[in-house]
């Protein structure tokens, strides 16, 4: 059991929006937070009792935040594998370490995947032009090339799209690992979100709706308009059959033009897709995560309004910063980084409505510059 007395501590690794929407969960539940992150006007910095400025490699930092603290968590989970097996092992880190460390690595997440028995795209390790040539002989073009760890909103991330793409390619195999996989001609993207608790009960969130622009999730929509919640559980729960999941985590999936679902990635922690549960659900995914850590039982989850959650990017919110209070429907969030560019995640906004089409309609005049509905 998990459980810790009301005034105790959690210790969340990393103190950005996610790390800042965790604290207000468990400080709304009566706990005690403490934060590490290695930025010293971290979002999360506020709303938290103990702050640590420090490096996410910093050995004795993070020692220092587990000895404070009753449980520990996480918003960030690229941690270096061996600090991480050691906090594993001398502190109450309930989400564990192995599962996090397969997933740092893009090879060993996809083959987790496939061999859970879940449908992946088309992948495969490679370690030089001629490895990534035979794939392409084998699966045809486009692909997409990605660096095996590291990366995000589009980072470390390359499309070959034709023969003459491909004959140029520089590919630095000397200075990362990569995979290759098959670039899919989608018919829509979809994410589920779901809560594990220690004792192993399990709730999932809607199934969502996401559209991506330049990698970076841009809308998502929930419920989503495109019904493949059972398909998509029954593959969660073959992840977690051969994974070990603890709080909430996200899968998320594509859909090709001939309706077949794959598993694209995994994230071990909140996701930004689920942001609009803090509005439109019973329970929020942060909620969810707090619970989960600390075994208490977490409610059905029931979704009061249909959602529609948009990312506010830096050129976002330098066009709509006068003027993103003006909407008495919009539930803005700000997460308070200094750091201002055009396209860094500087909050979101989420609107509940019983019309999703006509919704769109509104938001492409008042917020949407040229994005498809």
Known sequence: MNSIRLGGTIGIIGGGQLGKMLAQSALRMGYRVAILDPSGDAPAKATCHTFIHAPFSDFDALKHLCEISDIVTYEFENIDAHILRTLVHDYNVPQGAETVLTLQNRDLEKTAIAESGADIVPYGKIEDGDALKGFVREHGLPVIVKTTTGGYDGKGQMVIESEAELAEMNIPFDEAEWVVEKYLHLEREVSLTTARSTSGQ????????????????????????????EEAKQAVGKIMEAMHFVGVFTVEFFIDQDGRLYVNEIAPRPHNSAHHTIESCSISQFDAHILALLDHPMPEVRQHQQ????????????????????????????YGKTGRKPARKMGHVTLLTDDVEATLGHLEQKFIKGVEA
């Open 202 to 229: 399990v709730i999932h969130f809607p199934l969502q709706e996401n559209l991506h622009k330049n990698q970076i999730l841009y809308r998502t929509i929930a419920p989503s308009r495109i019904d493949y919640e």
């Open 307 to 334: 959602a529609i959650m948009m990312n506010l990017l830096g050129d976002d919110l330098d066009r709509l910063e006068d003027t993103l209070f003006s909407q008495p429907d919009w539930h803005v969030h700000v």
